[in-house]
């Protein structure tokens, strides 16, 4: 798979993640049109490597950080693979115990909050709620400091649609 091919499903993961290309913009400095156009499958605009070194700073990434696969392959083996050469090693459950427990912190998070709120949420944009909860919390902010940012976020939309 080419660079520009792995940096675009890289960038439409994160715009997933970020709740839509609008926010995505707003975090690396960009246009929602710009993103939008990035993550076209009909007509993609390729990110080139200085464009992807910009957003990988925005993000707070390593350099290089969009040129590899962030997402689980959908077991694309070649013959390099299938000699045993390349095959990423799999990660034990100890090793993704950090993560484990990250995401489970940000679940009872975005619950806490949705829960006092009373805000009626679809299924996609609780997860991203999520999400955006599990990098605060591993970019050091507690789970406080993350759920008072849920809540003002929430505070927003309140008025729009409220559950009993």
């Known amino acids: 798979m080419e660079a520009s091919e792995i940096r675009r499903r890289n960038i439409e993961m994160l715009v997933r993640a970020a709740g839509g290309p609008g926010v995505f913009a707003r ?24 464009l992807a070194r910009d957003i990988e700073e925005h993000l707070g990434h390593e350099r290089g950080w969009l040129d590899r696969p962030q997402w689980m392959p959908e077991r694309e083996v070649d013959t390099a693979d299938a000699a045993g050469f390349g095959v990423p090693s799999a990660k034990t459950s100890e090793e993704l115990r950090p993560a484990a427990d990250t995401l489970t912190r ?12 009373k805000v009626a ?4 944009a609780r997860a991203s709620i999520v999400m955006a909860v599990y990098d605060m919390l ?3 902010q507690g789970m406080q400091a993350a759920e008072n940012v849920v809540s003002r976020m929430l ?3 309140r008025g729009a649609i409220v559950t009993d």
Do not use: F, H, M, Y
């Open 106 to 117: 940000a679940l009872i998070v975005t619950e806490r909050v949705l829960d006092r709120t």
């Open 27 to 50: 975090r690396v400095g960009r246009e929602q049109t710009q993103v939008s156009q990035w993550i076209s499958v009909k007509t993609p605009k390729a990110i080139g490597g200085r």
């Open 138 to 140: 591993n970019e050091g």
């Open 155 to 157: 505070d927003v939309v």
């Open 121 to 124: 949420v679809k299924p996609e």
